[in-house]
């Protein structure tokens, strides 16, 4: 199952509001971490998904140019 990073930003999101709205501190704070958690993964994603895509096209560049 592939997991976008619009999945993954959500989550950070909710992860947000949930510190927003808590009254204990450790429940804050984990909520925190795990947003930050969340984003990081989401980043990670992001940073992959645009390194594929260059990739593909250097390799696509590479074939037209031995095409010629």
């Known amino acids: 199952m592939s997991v976008s990073s619009d999945f ?39 940073r992959s998904d645009a390194m594929r895509d260059t990739l593909a096209a250097e390799k696509a560049a590479g074939r037209s140019e031995a095409a010629e």
């Open 8 to 46: 993954y930003l959500a989550r950070a999101d909710e992860c947000a509001r949930e510190a927003e709205a808590a009254k204990l501190d450790n429940v804050r704070e984990r909520s925190l971490r795990s947003e930050a958690a969340w984003r990081s993964m989401a980043d990670r994603l992001i």
